[in-house]
Nanobody
Framework: QVQVVESGGGLVQAGGSLRLSCAAS???????MGWYRQAPGKERELVAG???????NYADSVKGRFTISRDNAKNTVDLQMNSLKPEDTAVYYC?????????????WGQGTQVTVSS
């Protein structure tokens, strides 16, 4: 059974740090793993992504503060978040993408709340 499970959310003061972790099970040859977030009243947005080869991309708003890392063997992806700001408050979702030919399979976690107080 495919599962994508996040952990590590919580409440932190502005300027603090949190580390999110995600494990994707029963998914083989995951091409891209990433983190998205959705704040109340806003659309879900990409925070950071990483390919199986280690290439990364970040939203402009988190560059220099967040770092994504991945363990291909374990199908895990982490997001280290430093210098957190109140505007980083959102539900964070882990995403795993598997591309098979022309078909793209998207798998999502249930989300973990991150709240940054001012």
């Amino acid at each position: 059974q495919v599962q994508v499970v996040e952990s590590g959310g919580g409440l932190v003061q502005a300027g603090g740090s949190l580390r999110l972790s995600c494990a994707a099970s029963a998914i083989f040859n995951v091409n891209v793993m990433g983190w998205y977030r959705q704040a109340p009243g806003k659309e879900r947005e990409l925070v950071a992504g990483i390919t199986s080869g280690g290439s990364t991309n970040y939203a402009d708003s988190v560059k220099g503060r967040f770092t994504i890392s991945r363990d291909n063997a374990k199908n895990t992806v982490d997001l280290q978040m430093n210098s957190l700001k109140p505007e980083d408050t959102a539900v964070y979702y882990c995403n795993a993408v598997r591309v098979l030919g022309s078909i793209k399979y998207n798998y999502w976690g249930q989300g973990t709340q991150v709240t940054v107080s001012s």
